[in-house]
């Protein structure tokens, strides 16, 4: 197999042969081979061990043809060193057994070294990379404050946020305080990642169309953009992702980011516009479309590589992750469709 670089040619707004494809959550249940492993081993424990990580992250790699590679992991892990109880209990998600809420739960916080504490997550990169030999590029990723910051203060997955909002709105000192720990952490994470051989890195902000602009702006904003900021240094692209971001777009942009990611919600076109030519957009079919009869699904793929109209700067993705119980064969037929579709 050839040098594969028209992801981060993309990323950087070059020319490219035809539009790179990739899935958020490409590696997962919906594989067989994923849940052959997961029969045996919990997900922190396929996390925790390097040569499981490599594994998983490559399934995809192997199955689909994709044209990038994303770090098995997940965006929770570092909340572990930091001092929170994770546990993935069976069917619920995650579950933080110590949910903070107080100035002094946040100030007992551990700042995180990621070579110590985090070494088994870079030991996967450095393996991923020896076994893609440089042919696909591989991508690292780490949660953004705000969407950390939720599972940290709710203890887990939250439908609006209350308690999060609440110290927000009656603690701002506190939820500075915890912003900016989180910030450094993850700052230093994917820093590490970088260094470690990721060749590019997305920032997870799955939560944060929960809040209004004015919040955003205020909450929020500083501290990605801190961690943008600090990661750019490294040279490597990076994108910057949420859901139900509509409104946010241009904030989003604000805070930064080489490439910003587009959720279903919006007209691909009319998202590109808001952020500006001059940025690369990934997305962004529904991925619930992936359920779809082929010749419809065929149809949604044609309609978002139209609006993208082949300009530079184009990632094709979901607009969220894949969902378990997706047929693999859809999945690939996609990798395929945006090939031949965008060929130039
Ligand atoms: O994309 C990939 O293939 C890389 C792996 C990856 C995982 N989690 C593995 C995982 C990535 C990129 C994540 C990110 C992640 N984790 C996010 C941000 C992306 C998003 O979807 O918004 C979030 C919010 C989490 C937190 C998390 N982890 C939740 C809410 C859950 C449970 C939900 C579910 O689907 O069950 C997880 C578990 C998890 N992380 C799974 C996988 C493959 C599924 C669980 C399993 O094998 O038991």
């Given at each position: 197999m050839a040098l594969n670089d028209r992801f981060l040619k993309a990323c950087r707004r070059e020319d490219v042969d035809c539009t790179p494809v990739w899935f958020m959550r490409q590696a997962g249940r919906y594989m067989a081979e994923y849940r052959a492993l997961r029969a045996k081993h919990t997900l922190l424990e396929i996390c925790a061990q390097p040569e499981l990580a490599t594994e998983v992250t490559l399934q995809p790699v192997r199955a689909l043809g994709v044209d990038a590679a994303i770090l098995f992991a997940d965006i929770l892990l570092p909340l572990i060193p930091m001092g929170l109880d994770l546990e993935f209990a069976q069917g619920e998600g995650p579950v933080i057994h110590n949910p903070i809420g107080s100035r002094a739960d946040v100030e007992a916080l551990r700042r995180v070294e990621p070579h110590e504490s985090l070494a088994h997550v870079l030991e996967a990169v450095r393996l991923v990379r020896r076994e893609l030999d440089g042919q696909t590029p591989l991508i690292g990723f780490a949660g953004a404050p705000f969407t950390l910051a939720s599972y940290m203060i709710e203890g887990g997955s939250s439908r609006n946020f209350i308690k999060t909002k609440r110290l927000m709105y009656s603690d701002t000192r506190t939820w500075h305080i915890l912003m900016s720990k989180l910030g450094c952490v993850i700052a230093d994470y994917l820093s590490a990642q970088v260094n470690a051989g990721a060749q590019a890195v997305q920032l997870f902000d799955s939560w944060v169309g929960a809040l209004s602009p004015d919040d955003y702006r205020e909450y929020v904003l500083p501290h990605s953009r801190f961690i943008i900021e600090q990661v750019q240094r490294t040279g490597v692209p990076l994108i910057h992702f949420g859901t139900d971001t509509a409104m946010l777009l241009p904030l989003l942009k604000e805070a930064g980011g080489d490439v910003i990611g587009l959720d279903w919600r919006v007209d691909l076109d009319r998202g590109w516009e808001t952020i500006g030519v001059e940025r690369a957009v990934q997305g962004n079919l529904d991925p619930v479309a992936l359920f779809a009869p082929r010749a419809e699904l065929e149809r949604r793929v044609r309609r978002i590589l139209d609006q993208a109209?082949?300009?530079?700067?184009h990632i094709f993705n979901l607009g969220h992750g894949i969902l378990p119980d997706t047929p693999v064969e859809n999945v690939k037929a996609v990798v395929e469709l945006v090939h031949e579709f965008s060929k130039r």
């Amino acid at each position: 197999m050839a040098l594969n670089d028209r992801f981060l040619k993309a990323c950087r707004r070059e020319d490219v042969d035809c539009t790179p494809v990739w899935f958020m959550r490409q590696a997962g249940r919906y594989m067989a081979e994923y849940r052959a492993l997961r029969a045996k081993h919990t997900l922190l424990e396929i996390c925790a061990q390097p040569e499981l990580a490599t594994e998983v992250t490559l399934q995809p790699v192997r199955a689909l043809g994709v044209d990038a590679a994303i770090l098995f992991a997940d965006i929770l892990l570092p909340l572990i060193p930091m001092g929170l109880d994770l546990e993935f209990a069976q069917g619920e998600g995650p579950v933080i057994h110590n949910p903070i809420g107080s100035r002094a739960d946040v100030e007992a916080l551990r700042r995180v070294e990621p070579h110590e504490s985090l070494a088994h997550v870079l030991e996967a990169v450095r393996l991923v990379r020896r076994e893609l030999d440089g042919q696909t590029p591989l991508i690292g990723f780490a949660g953004a404050p705000f969407t950390l910051a939720s599972y940290m203060i709710e203890g887990g997955s939250s439908r609006n946020f209350i308690k999060t909002k609440r110290l927000m709105y009656s603690d701002t000192r506190t939820w500075h305080i915890l912003m900016s720990k989180l910030g450094c952490v993850i700052a230093d994470y994917l820093s590490a990642q970088v260094n470690a051989g990721a060749q590019a890195v997305q920032l997870f902000d799955s939560w944060v169309g929960a809040l209004s602009p004015d919040d955003y702006r205020e909450y929020v904003l500083p501290h990605s953009r801190f961690i943008i900021e600090q990661v750019q240094r490294t040279g490597v692209p990076l994108i910057h992702f949420g859901t139900d971001t509509a409104m946010l777009l241009p904030l989003l942009k604000e805070a930064g980011g080489d490439v910003i990611g587009l959720d279903w919600r919006v007209d691909l076109d009319r998202g590109w516009e808001t952020i500006g030519v001059e940025r690369a957009v990934q997305g962004n079919l529904d991925p619930v479309a992936l359920f779809a009869p082929r010749a419809e699904l065929e149809r949604r793929v044609r309609r978002i590589l139209d609006q993208a109209a082949n300009r530079p700067g184009h990632i094709f993705n979901l607009g969220h992750g894949i969902l378990p119980d997706t047929p693999v064969e859809n999945v690939k037929a996609v990798v395929e469709l945006v090939h031949e579709f965008s060929k130039r």
